[in-house]
């Protein structure tokens, strides 16, 4: 994916304006925006990280084959082939890049009180989440009979 475009545009659901900037970091990825400034990437390789577009400062994330549902995607197909539609959604539940207490950039060494990604992903929309610092997805499930 060397020849993979570098510049990425965004746009501004404030002011109804589309930004173009270059962001080698997300070159060749999926990309699906989430708060706090953070864009959720997805690569060919299956891994997972945070980008912020602005200071370029990447966190990494479990891979795509950290999810625990292996039926989240359709298996005539390879994970790399699908890659580009497994997440649909992401959200955090606080900023990743600043330290609540300190109001400064977290090393993310105190898991308990980091960031939680949470996602929904594949086919059947399921919905899991990580923290920071975690090496697999937890699925959350719902019983059958909550329906």
């Not at 060749?28 to 891994?47: E, K």
């Not at 549902?69 to 699908?82: T, V």
């Amino acid at each position: 994916l060397k020849d993979a475009p570098k510049i990425r545009r965004f746009f501004n659901l404030s002011t109804l304006k589309a930004y173009e900037f270059e962001l080698p970091e997300a070159s060749g990825r999926n990309c699906v925006g989430a708060s706090y400034g953070c864009i959720f990437t997805l690569g060919h390789d299956l891994q997972i990280s945070l980008v912020h577009p602005f200071t370029r400062k990447q966190i990494s994330l479990p891979s795509m084959l950290a999810f625990s549902d292996h039926y989240a995607y359709h298996h005539e197909y390879r994970p790399q082939e699908r890659f580009h539609m497994f997440v649909l959604e992401v959200a955090l539940s606080s900023n990743p890049w600043l330290d609540e207490k300190t109001g400064l950039h977290d090393n993310h060494t105190h898991r308990e009180d980091c960031c939680v990604v949470a996602a929904i992903y594949g086919e059947l929309r399921i919905l899991a989440f990580a923290r920071l610092g975690d090496e697999v997805w937890t699925t959350i499930r719902v019983p059958s009979k909550a329906y």
